[in-house]
């Protein structure tokens, strides 16, 4: 999944792997996980498939490697783009402990339970601020508005924020559950 992330993001125009980090962070790293390590590997795939092609950018005394998408990789991303949605079973690390969580003493599930909604929290508002943000950017801007390109990532943003949303709620009333189970 990494180097279609990659060729998506390489889509919207050239950029070093650092870009690309940053890129993913306020993006595609709210629903699928991504780091420096995992990147280069996935640059380093792409490149010897044909789909990415590198360059090198002098800054003053610094060279820079910038990579940018081939007619193969463009080709590669659309038709892995407009092929099915397959539909995955969560994977899930909170859901795995949960379903353990009779082996946990109850105030120490309180905790983890607490901090785990803290979590989700601050993404959730992060989220919020990012679409404020974009709702800030694009204003009453129609061709914006339009923009096919700009319209999917406000859905997936907009999924990303109700998702957490969801999560909040869902927790919330587990976290109340707990805490009666301990007062009994």
């Keep these: 999944m990494q180097d279609k992330i990659i060729l998506g993001l390489l889509l919207d125009g050239d950029k070093s792997?650092?870009?690309m980090k940053k890129s993913m962070e306020s993006s595609t790293g709210f629903f699928y996980n991504s780091s420096q390590g995992?990147?280069?590997p996935a640059l380093?795939?792409?490149?010897?498939?044909?789909?990415?092609?590198?360059?090198?950018?002098?800054?003053?005394?610094?060279?820079?490697?910038?990579f940018s998408i081939t007619e193969k990789g463009e080709k590669e991303f659309l038709s892995w783009a407009s092929d099915p949605?397959?539909?995955e079973k969560p994977r899930d690390p909170a859901l795995v402990k949960m379903f353990f969580f009779n082996y946990v003493d109850g105030h120490r599930k309180l905790e983890l339970v607490e901090a785990?909604?803290?979590?989700?929290?601050?993404?959730?508002?992060t989220l919020?601020?990012?679409?404020?943000?974009?709702?800030?950017?694009?204003?009453?801007?129609?061709?914006?508005?339009?923009?096919p390109k700009w319209k999917s990532r406000l859905?997936?943003?907009?999924?990303?924020?109700?998702?957490?949303?969801?999560?909040?709620?869902?927790y919330g009333r587990?976290?109340?559950?707990?805490?009666?189970?301990?007062?009994?």
């Design 38 to 40: 995992s990147i280069q």
């Design 85 to 87: 949605i397959a539909l």
């Design 128 to 147: 919020k601020m990012i679409q404020q943000m974009n709702r800030e950017k694009i204003g009453n801007n129609s061709e914006l508005l339009n923009n």
């Design 44 to 66: 380093k795939k792409l490149i010897q498939n044909g789909h990415v092609q590198v360059t090198e950018e002098r800054r003053g005394a610094i060279i820079k490697k910038i």
């Design 17 to 19: 792997s650092y870009d």
């Design 155 to 170: 859905d997936t943003l907009e999924f990303g924020a109700e998702y957490y949303a969801f999560l909040k709620d869902w």
């Design 116 to 125: 785990y909604l803290r979590e989700i929290e601050t993404v959730e508002t």
């Design 174 to 184: 587990y976290l109340k559950n707990i805490k009666e189970e301990l007062e009994r």
